[in-house]
């Protein structure tokens, strides 16, 4: 069975750090691209960035500079750095896996609940 499981979410004050995981599992994801999303209450889910097999990243505007994306391959792990936390960063974080010639994301994990205070 293929699974992701997110893991590090929190509650943290405003300005700071968080460091999610993403744990892979039922296959290996060597030639996946590892991808990040959240979702706050009301809003659509929002495409954070990701990660490539060949350990390239992309980011949304809304998070560049703040947040880093990175893998272990050989663990089948991704991760999310956060830092500079804001109270507007407040959601559910997923991670997602596509394989890279597709365009559709067949896995999903079951988020984690991010929670900034100001």
């Known amino acids: 069975q293929v699974q992701l499981v997110e893991s590090g979410g929190g509650l943290v004050q405003a300005g700071g750090s968080l460091r999610l995981s993403c744990s892979a599992s039922?296959?290996?994801?060597?030639?996946?691209?590892m991808s990040w999303f959240r979702q706050a209450p009301g809003k659509e889910r929002e495409f954070l960035g990701s990660?490539?097999?060949?350990?390239?990243?992309s980011y949304a505007d809304s998070v560049k500079g703040r947040f880093t994306i990175s893998r272990a391959s050989a663990r089948n792990m991704a991760y999310l750095q956060m830092n500079s936390l804001k109270p507007e960063d407040t959601a559910v974080y997923y991670c997602?896996?596509?394989?890279?010639?597709?365009?559709?994301?067949?896995?999903w994990g079951q988020g984690t609940q991010v929670t900034i205070s100001s």
């Open positions: 997602a896996a596509r394989y890279y010639l597709s365009t559709k994301y067949e896995y």
């Open positions: 039922g296959r290996t994801f060597t030639n996946d691209v």
């Open positions: 990660v490539s097999s060949g350990g390239t990243t």
